[in-house]
């Protein structure tokens, strides 16, 4: 399957944080999503730890995602994984009822509770509860058995909702009732008799579930939402979540908890505008994503065509990669592009010219992972690989190499997460420097800034501390004097 224009744009969004992406069925939302696990995997997996969950619209839908992950792997090969790539997958494909029931699991009290599957022992029990409210609420005429299934419906919602406090569903938007074809009112007034009725209802039908050592689907979700809420092991730093408007507010709440709030962590809700099977999905079509509470402001993304009836504009040169390199020391920028399946040569553009360099012309560097753009990293001393620059690029420096970036302290000198550093090896630097450091067999990049009350490693960014190093501790590795980054 070949990517279009407006694909292609969310797959390679370096916008991490929240993103929405909405459309029809068949505009290639779950396919989009895939790429866009890979290009993730790739770019902004900065460590072992990190992993990526893809959430699939249900069971059937994992083998189909594992056959598009597959692929897209093979197509992007020469476009995503880089030299720094890893070869192990960091993705784990699951359903949302399967992560449910492993934390549900958890809680040993209910090890030996039975689920509630069959419909008539639900009512029978619902009939009892009915009955012993409807001595305080005689004029609420939906207290019958008549309306058992609106009963039973509402009830699955506001569980499904986390409403476990009366107020909390007085004050409720009851959205998602309009096309129910369930025998009931269309409408329950706020702060009305009839909710509170209602309420009373399912809190006698839980107690009589947990005499029976019973438990139904809602219940079990919000016994993995508290489980997963006390268990922080297993965490990933990127979340995409197929069929969004599928799930209920408990179910966003536990994909909200299995982040791992990394500063480069993302979630991408994936949803169906004409495609929602669930009555208690919370994203369904007049409810916003601002109602999730999130933390911070979500990118939202439209496709508005199916991918079948859309024409094709723009295709991707998987066997090219493209770069930008910053000459620090002469503040120019170049253009420059390369075949992956012949490195030593490469084309240079600038604001004048364009110019294809052969490998005579050009110097081979060194490639190592890593070097900490944040919080110092232990120093991994074997090369990853090699990278071919103009010689010009660096005329009188000897000793260079190269340093991949992992983390964001030095965005303000237009350092990013994933960029490439050439250093200059040199023991000696001067004030105001970006400089390599071995701090204790850690590596980390910074500003050298030479105060009256001692030597720091000042960060571009705000977010985090200023270093003070000494003569013991700390040694000069070089002096930052170019940056690539891949475009």
């Not at 909390?168 to 129910?180: E, F, H, K, T, V």
């Not at 253009?335 to 364009?354: A, F, M, P, T």
């Not at 003070?468 to 940056?483: K, M, P, Q, T």
Request: charged share 30%; glycine share 4%.
């Amino acid at each position: 399957m070949e990517l279009n224009a407006a694909q292609i744009k969310l797959v390679e969004n370096k916008s991490l944080g929240y993103n929405l992406l909405k459309g029809v069925t068949g505009a290639g939302k779950t396919t989009t999503a895939v790429y866009r696990v890979v290009y993730l995997e790739n770019y902004y997996c900065l460590y072992d730890k990190d992993r990526i969950l893809m959430i699939a619209g249900d069971s059937t839908q994992i083998e189909n995602i594992k056959k598009i992950y597959d692929k897209a792997k093979e197509n992007t090969k020469f476009n995503y994984m880089t030299l720094f790539s890893k070869s192990d997958d960091k993705l784990c494909i699951h359903s949302i009822e399967d992560i449910i029931y492993k934390y549900f699991q958890y809680n040993e009290k209910y090890s030996n509770y039975n689920l509630i599957e069959s419909k008539k022992e639900k009512e029978e029990i619902l009939v009892q509860c009915i009955k012993n409210v409807k001595k305080s609420y005689e004029k609420i005429k939906i207290l019958n058995s008549k309306y058992i299934e609106f009963i039973i419906d509402e009830i699955s919602w506001i569980k499904s909702c986390n409403y476990t406090i009366l107020e909390n569903y007085q004050d409720a938007d009851r959205i998602g009732r309009s096309n129910s074809k369930i025998q009931g009112p269309r409408r329950l007034m706020k702060n009305s008799d009839i909710r509170e009725a209602i309420f009373k209802i399912m809190t006698l039908y839980n107690e009589k579930l947990e005499e029976k050592k019973l438990i139904d689907l809602e219940d079990m979700a919000l016994i993995a939402l508290q489980q997963c809420k006390n268990i922080t092991d297993e965490r990933y730093t990127h979340i995409i979540v197929d069929e969004s408007q599928n799930l209920t507010k408990v179910q966003l709440e536990l994909v909200r908890e299995l982040n791992s709030k990394e500063t480069y962590f993302s979630t991408t809700y994936v949803v169906s505008k004409d495609n929602c099977k669930n009555s208690n999905g919370w994203l369904i079509k007049s409810r916003k994503i601002s109602s999730l509470g999130l933390p911070s402001k979500v990118k939202g993304h439209i496709f508005t065509k199916r991918y079948e009836d859309h024409v094709e504009k723009k295709s991707i040169d998987y066997s090219m990669e493209s770069f930008k390199y910053c000459d620090i020391k002469h503040g120019r920028d170049y253009e420059l592009s390369r075949d992956i399946n012949n490195i030593s040569e490469i084309i240079v553009k600038d604001s004048d010219s364009q110019y294809k360099y052969s490998e005579e012309e050009l110097k081979k560097l060194p490639v190592y992972n890593d070097i900490a753009a944040g919080e110092p990293i232990l120093m991994n001393p074997e090369i990853e690989d090699v990278f071919y620059v103009p010689n010009y690029w660096l005329k009188g420096m000897k000793d260079c190499f190269i340093l991949k970036v992992r983390g964001d302290s030095m965005i303000g000198a237009d350092i990013d997460n994933g960029d490439y550093v050439i250093i200059k090896k040199q023991y000696t630097v001067q004030n105001k420097d970006i400089v390599a450091v071995n701090l204790d067999g850690n590596a980390t990049l910074k500003r050298f800034v030479n105060k009256k009350e001692g030597i720091y490693l000042m960060p571009e960014n705000k977010k985090y501390e200023p270093i003070r190093i000494n003569d013991e501790g700390a040694r000069i590795i070089g002096v930052a004097v170019g940056i690539i980054k891949q475009n």
